[in-house]
């Protein structure tokens, strides 16, 4: 049976109201996404106690793959992830490489905290903003027929951020470490930003297509922790990683929470990329940026007694960040660029031969009419047991590092973070029932 | 109303995913990565 086509029969766009409300509703993920990926970066600095970089990124994929699963069990079942992919299996292959895009781009990352630190590297890698918005604009119609304010608002963010991105980088060469470790740095960090942002493709391609986030990223685990497993044997050898995995149990479970915060994070920015594209929902997703500095700065006593001038340039590089973050979060898409983005999506069921009333549904944040509602089996409470005892387990061999740490304002963070996870998680499961 | 199942046949399928630019762009990139990574250790 050819696949089906679908562009006579797609009522054009959502309700007025509904629409705006999933708009609301990808900004508001996008904030949150944020703070919890900012969150998660701050373990990343155990780099400095002489844990490999590999061996680092490894266990925290570990702790992400273990969430990747859990979550999605436990909020909706792997019921609803079997259905998913018998509607769209093409997908599968794009959450793999997604997966290991950001394996390799996560690995980056260490290489960059280890040579230019956590303040500097994050923005260089956000710079995958850009990348995301051409993407988006070339691939699957996003800021077509947006009109020139809206336009604006999003280039002109995106040139702010760039002019932010250079300041930063300019900051990193000035001083922090051996010189040629600083210039690596720099590449590790724009190498991970390019290779995130190219990321967004499979996302935007999966949520066109009707996809729930939770389903996505449960494949994506695959690619990320086969990848990571490759790379880390590859650059280790299989004796020597499991001597220098003995030798960071006691800092294993804090690597492996710093992944579980990633997911629950990234669990947000796909549903930012979903309601509001890629276009906006990285750059909502990058105010990780701030959260990064705030961490950094307040509890890891980054960029301490360095000269006033680079202070100025970091927090001035930021600060231009975070303007074109906001000039782009306030340019949400108009009914015109959605009628474009269903353009796009029915590019893709007629590609791929899935059902266009799913699409639409999909789209819409709903169930399509007489799906069955996902329920969770004694499959899924199992997995959530078998994760939870993983951490436990690690939890009681973990020693707190050895670290100039500074406990009050880690504590106020982590509040802020669970604020953020109550409003926004109760928002889309109003909304949304996380579809 | 359409029907929601797939009945796209798996030869037209890897074919379809063959010939879209959304599936080398990223093949692209993630042989990029892996060679900077390979450069910087």
Redesign the interface.
Known sequence: MPPVSSSQSHPAIPDASRAKKLQLLGIVSGFAAGAWLGAAEAPTKLVSIGVSPMVISLIMVIGVFLARWSLPALILGTSSVRADVRRAPHLVIWALLAGCLWAVANTLTIFAIRDIGLSIAFPLWNSNSLLGILWGFLFFNELRQAGWRRRAGVLGGALVMCVGATLLAIASSSGHGPAAHSLHGVWAALGAGILWGTMYIPYRKAYLTGMNPLSFITFFSFGELGMMTVLSVGSLGLAPLWRELLGARSVIFWLMLGGFVWVIGDIFQQYAAKYVGISRGIPLSNSNQLWGLLWGILVFGELHSRSSSIYVEVIGGSLLMMLGVGAIAFSSASGQEQTRWKDAAIRESDRYGVAADFVEARMDGRQLLGELKPSRSALDWLLVLLATSVFVIFAAMARVPQMSLHWTPAALLTAVLFLLLVICGLALWRTTRFN | ????????PNT??LA??LT????W???A??I???L??R???
């Open positions: 109303m359409h029907s929601s199942s797939t009945n796209q037209s399928r379809s995913i879209d630019i959304h599936f762009v990223p093949v990139v993630l990029g990565g892996l900077l990574l450069f910087i250790r």
